[in-house]
């Protein structure tokens, strides 16, 4: 085995070509899915299929190396520098989705109902209302947007029913989260499985009240083409919660970890780092409760 | 109430950004850091939540219904 | 699993696998390096193709060559291709080669990830030329690709595009987290920041930016694809979306990225001055807070590229003054590049040439932004030829030429040979001449009112088009002289010394010519820093 004094580089890895073929077959797939292509679903399948085997394959051997002591100190900063940037870069893909939605409600929308100094667009969509969200869009445009109607909800949704409760179901996954994170500091394996446990339960649980509520909201005619309210909502939401997958995924495998005894007290970067981002995953929904629902 | 709502978020992303540049650091010291960064922001996040649910009860905000903006 | 990797690990100072399946798996800083660097060449030459098809089109009024939607795709292909598969690709091949050299590290920090980034390419570029020959054609509404023409009314195609960017923003994420992971974690002990070569600094730059503003365009793509596919309104008026958001999202990545393509290539610049011109750079740390001023007001001035979508005047007048702010950096590094020549000896080997061409060149399409970017003048010159001149002179001969001086300035390096002098020479001579010809009329044209992205034209623009395209076929004509140039120089150059440039300073020049496989394996000393530093006096 080699010695710590040293920057292990690795040699020669297929990983990264089977993620690249993964992923584009997976795109391609997905492409030609939306196309209405008849293969389009089952290529797009076995993409995602190649991209996880490589997901595992990658990770395992990276954890068997980490294990079998190959990492120093300064490799250990090396993924958390890498992890801290590719978080920060997920920050701004989430920042702009919500600059989508402070545009839309700060400028599109009035600026569509004739305000400020631009006289074109009360001619444009004439008979244009202010709302937000939505509701009441019966405008002419709405009804001829390439050909098809836009599907105008009939109620709205209720604040104080799923999201509220939702919104406590994950905060309360931060605080279990944070327990764990707190046994493990401790070195109280049992403990941190029993809240790793917890966490991963509540996350589960506000995944399936996340899919409830948009068959809810499917059901009262909110829907992804209902104008710029049911655009921003659903995809805000829905990256959300495809992060939120990501994340209870991530923490199976570290409970696994845990279970392997993988971590020490003081060397536990892999919790930290998912741990991190399952709190970051956590405000993102906070910031999306407060602005999609509230204010 | 809607500036003191904004201003509680920018609170929590300060603290959960101290916890990554904590982790970031790395270490001992600032393993501690990063629990304590992570654990006020977890309770700021209660607070907010409890804030809003209260203020939205006591009729401060409005959930957003079929008003026109502003 | 685990087995394999320890015993891999144990032939660390062995050099590189044989055979072609060494470059899929390489993990090896310079393997991808050269990767990186062959496949934005053959990108630059697939665009460049591109171009020629669009002078041919372009050298008579009439439609002659080619229809008009497929010139469209021409202009379209030839500005993403160029954009996100020669300049970008080229600058983090030499980020891959130079940086773990110049900051004494032993690889990059995260190696396998680094193979990563470059296998995601071939497949992101692949993808986006494949549109050529689908249904309805290639993208044809402008590297840009505005709403709603990208939306509304774009062929089928344009999903796969949408894909494209989509790798090409990982690939572009993951580049830039090695980076600066690689600066800021296997840096050589001794080297404090204030020690880096510039071309480390503006890297690291760069990587800021572009972690900040490719999720940004991830972002944008996904809209445009949810609004093509599954109904949603972001840019559409009729459900309260808005086609110029599109232009603002789109806008707060693309201003950083242009900075993106040039903030290495003033690097590389900073590299090659002092080298020839035997002395040290002049205000090092002015450069380098001039780098970071330039990337921070790069994300504040994006819709200086929207002048003419409706704007509120206050708007129109902040991104005005914000955006002629930035040429106060700007002219400090000309200014410092031009005071590091004063009263040096100078020399005038090809890398020299092409350096001092890029100070002359890339100041006259800074200028031409500043006129860009006043208000009222913009009106007149949106859209324009002009236009076409202005970011022409910035890319090509800024970008472009600093990335061709890189290559001849460190080609000795890579791979242990001397390149043809003589005919590098008459190689940069016939470069600089035709370009000039191809681009300067450019401006005559925009400021007599020709649109760009048209393939027919006003019969009182033939003139000037005519000298374009001819300038444009012989600058085409002189990648054949480069691209000989440097295979003859791989294959029988003559030995090169370990630095082949008498007063070039830096780390990389300690190592071997060419470099070994495996670049510090121990950290340089302090001193060996130190004498090798941009800020000390040459002896």
């Known amino acids: 085995m080699s010695s710590k004094d040293s920057y292990y580089v690795p040699h020669g890895t297929y990983w990264p070509i089977i993620g690249s073929i993964g992923i584009a077959t997976m795109f391609v797939g997905m492409a030609n899915m939306f196309h209405g292509v008849s293969w389009g679903g089952s290529v797009t399948a076995l993409g995602l299929g190649i991209v996880l085997f490589m997901m595992f394959g990658w990770l395992g051997q990276v954890v068997n190396e980490s294990v079998n002591g190959l990492y120093n100190s300064q490799v250990d900063r090396s993924f958390r520098w890498g992890m801290s940037w590719f978080i920060f870069s997920e920050v701004m893909f989430f920042a702009a989705f919500f600059g989508a939605l402070f545009y839309a409600r700060e400028f599109a929308i009035p600026w569509l109902s004739g305000e400020g100094n631009n006289q074109f667009t009360p001619d444009l969509w004439n008979g244009f209302v202010q709302t937000w969200p939505e509701i009441a869009f019966k405008t002419p445009a709405a009804e001829l947007r390439n050909g098809t109607a836009l599907s105008v909800p009939t109620e709205l949704i209720d604040t104080w029913g799923l999201p509220a409760l939702n919104t406590a179901i994950l905060l309360l996954s931060g605080v279990t989260l944070t327990f764990a994170h707190h046994a493990l500091r401790a070195g109280e394996r049992n403990k941190i499985i029993g809240w790793l446990v917890a966490t991963i339960a509540l996350g589960v649980a506000f995944l399936g009240f996340q899919i409830a509520e948009y068959g809810h909201a499917y059901d009262i005619g909110l829907k992804l083409n209902s104008g710029i309210y049911g655009s921003t909502f659903f995809m805000l939401t829905g990256f959300h919660g495809f992060h939120v997958t990501v994340g209870a995924l991530m923490l199976i495998v570290i409970l696994y970890r845990v279970q392997k005894g993988h971590f020490s007290k003081e060397n536990h970067f892999g919790f930290e780092g998912v741990a991190w981002y399952w709190h970051f995953v956590d405000v993102v929904w906070l910031g999306l409760f407060v602005f999609v629902y509230w204010i | ?70 | 699993m685990a087995t394999d990797t320890i015993a891999a690990h144990d032939d660390h100072h062995h050099g590189p696998e044989k055979g072609l399946l060494r470059w899929v798996k390489t993990t090896n800083h310079k393997d991808i390096g050269s990767l990186y660097l062959w496949f934005s060449f053959m990108m630059l030459l697939v665009g460049g193709a591109f171009a020629m098809v669009i002078r041919a089109e372009l050298f008579m009024p009439g439609i002659q060559v080619v229809d008009p939607h497929f010139f469209n795709s021409m202009t379209t292909m030839h500005g993403l291709i160029m954009v996100f598969g020669a300049i970008m690709p080229a600058f983090v091949g030499l980020g891959n080669w130079l940086i773990p050299m110049m900051v004494g590290a032993p690889d990059m920090a995260l190696p396998r990830m680094n193979n990563w980034s470059f296998w995601i390419l071939p497949f992101a570029g692949a993808i986006l030329l494949s549109t050529f020959f689908m249904e309805g054609g290639a993208p044809a509404f402008g590297w840009t690709f505005y709403a709603p023409l990208s939306t509304t009314f774009a062929p089928d195609s344009t999903d796969f595009f949408i894909f494209a960017v989509h790798l090409l923003g990982f690939s572009s994420i993951m580049g830039a987290i090695n980076i600066i992971a690689t600066v800021l974690n296997m840096r050589a002990p001794d080297m404090k920041l204030m020690d880096m070569p510039l071309f480390v600094w503006t890297w690291l730059i760069t990587s800021f930016l572009l972690i900040g503003a490719m999720p940004v365009l991830a972002g944008a793509v996904t809209m445009m694809l949810t609004d093509r596919n599954f109904g949603t309104s972001f840019f559409d008026a009729a459900g309260g979306g808005d086609p110029v958001m599109f232009q603002h999202i789109f806008w707060f990545f693309g201003h950083p990225e242009v900075y993106i393509m040039i903030l290495p290539a003033f690097g590389v610049i900073s590299h090659i001055i002092p080298t020839f011109a035997r002395k040290p750079l002049f205000g090092y740390s002015s450069m380098v807070y001039a780098t970071a001023a330039i990337a921070f007001l790069s994300y504040i001035v994006w819709a200086h590229h929207m002048f003419l979508t409706g704007m509120p005047v206050a708007g129109q007048l902040y991104f005005m003054y914000a955006t002629m702010l930035i040429a106060v950096p700007t002219g400090v590094k000309v200014f410092n590049w031009v005071a590091t020549m004063w009263k040096g000896s100078m020399t005038f080997e090809t890398p020299m040439l092409w350096a001092l061409s890029f100070v002359f060149l890339f100041t006259i399409g800074g200028f031409s932004g500043l006129m860009l970017g006043i208000v009222p003048a913009d009106i007149q010159y949106h859209d324009t030829y002009f236009v076409v001149a202005h970011f022409h002179y910035v890319l090509v001969t800024g970008a472009l030429w600093s990335i061709i001086a890189a290559v001849f300035y460190w080609f000795p390096k890579w791979t242990g040979k001397m390149y043809n002098e003589s005919l590098a020479k008459i190689h940069f001579w016939w470069s600089i001449i035709s370009v000039n010809i191809l681009f300067f009329p450019q401006h005559f044209l925009g400021l007599a009112g020709m649109p760009r992205r048209i393939p027919d034209y006003n019969l009182q623009f033939a003139d000037f088009n005519m000298i374009s395209s001819i300038g444009a076929f012989m600058f085409g004509a002189s990648f054949i002289l480069f691209t000989y140039i440097i295979i003859d120089g791989i294959r029988n150059g003559k030995p090169a010394k370990a630095r082949p440039w008498e007063s070039a300073k830096g780390l990389e020049w300690t190592l071997g010519s060419p470099a070994e496989y495996h670049s510090f394996d121990k950290a340089p000393s302090r001193k060996a820093i130190e004498q090798e530093s941009q800020h000390t006096s040459v002896a």
Do not use: Q
């Open chain 2, 1 to 70: 109430m809607k500036y003191i709502v904004i201003l509680i978020i920018v609170l929590i992303l300060v603290a959960l950004g101290r916890a990554l540049i904590a982790m970031l650091r790395g270490g001992a010291d600032n393993s501690e850091k990063m629990f304590k960064s992570l654990a006020t922001r977890v309770a700021l996040s209660i607070f907010l939540f409890l804030l809003v649910m209260f203020a939205g009860y006591m009729g401060w905000i409005e959930p957003n219904t079929n008003l026109p903006i502003r």
